[in-house]
């Protein structure tokens, strides 16, 4: 699986737009792009995920460039649930090779007042 | 849809002993994988079961092992415990077929385990 790049922590005020940047330069043509948060002692959550095209959802949008090599998870109004640890993952489809996931440092969202 | 239960949420070891940890999925969710996740270390896959064997083996001793049943649930057992096995264990679900291949993982609250 393609290692990817996210800044430690970023900040957020409420209500604004949260930008999180994620590089994956070495990712292949069938890797996907995954979303994961995990806030304070729960299990990660999913967020999102795309292969090529933007994606929307109700919790966020995906953001990939045409490249490939990079993408930015939006969350358009940051709220202060919002504040989690946020795990960009690049693999090959789930469930066609097993559902494991590599997991790095990810990026430690705090969104504030 | 009941989410995933992992039981128990909370407990305490001493070196030495074993501890066994359940996971119950999605009902319909035939892949079952467990994660370990500390300070240090982060969030680390140990192995991933479906349909009652095992498909994926992280990078983890002999001490952890684990297992799935029939109905789907899964087990995870680590002996000999250590200072080290300190951590939060989460089990995740997902369908498991090919018939979604980019399905998402459904994780529980995990089971934390203190080794003393």
């Known amino acids: 699986d393609a290692k990817t790049t996210q800044p430690p922590s970023m900040d957020c005020a409420e209500g604004r737009a949260a930008n999180l940047p994620c590089n994956h330069s070495?990712?292949?043509?069938?890797?996907?792009v995954y979303w994961y948060r995990q806030i304070h002692s729960q299990g990660p959550q999913y967020i999102i995920h795309?292969?090529?095209n933007n994606e929307t959802n109700e919790m966020a949008s995906l953001i990939i460039t045409e490249d490939r090599k990079s993408s930015t998870l939006i969350l358009p109004h940051a709220t202060l649930r919002d504040t989690a640890v946020y795990y960009c993952i690049v693999r090959v489809a789930l469930n066609n090779a097993g559902n494991m996931l590599t997991f790095g440092g990810g990026t430690r969202l705090m969104v504030k007042p | 849809k009941a989410g995933v239960t992992q039981t128990p949420r909370y407990l305490i070891k001493t070196r030495g002993q074993q501890v066994t940890l359940s996971c119950s999925p999605i009902s319909g969710h035939r892949s079952v994988s467990w994660y370990q996740q500390t300070p240090g270390q982060g969030l680390q896959f140990l192995f991933e079961?479906?349909?009652?064997?095992?498909?994926n083996k992280g990078n983890f001793p002999g001490r952890f092992s684990g297992r799935q049943f029939s109905n789907s649930r899964s087990e995870m057992n680590v002996s000999t415990l250590e200072l080290g096995d300190s951590a939060l264990y989460l089990c995740a679900s997902s369908p498991g077929g090919t018939a979604s291949p980019t399905g998402e993982l459904f994780f529980g609250e995990g089971s934390r385990l203190t080794v003393l």
């Open positions: 070495t990712i292949s043509g069938n890797e996907y």
């Open positions: 795309g292969l090529k």
């Open positions: 079961y479906f349909s009652e064997t095992q498909r």
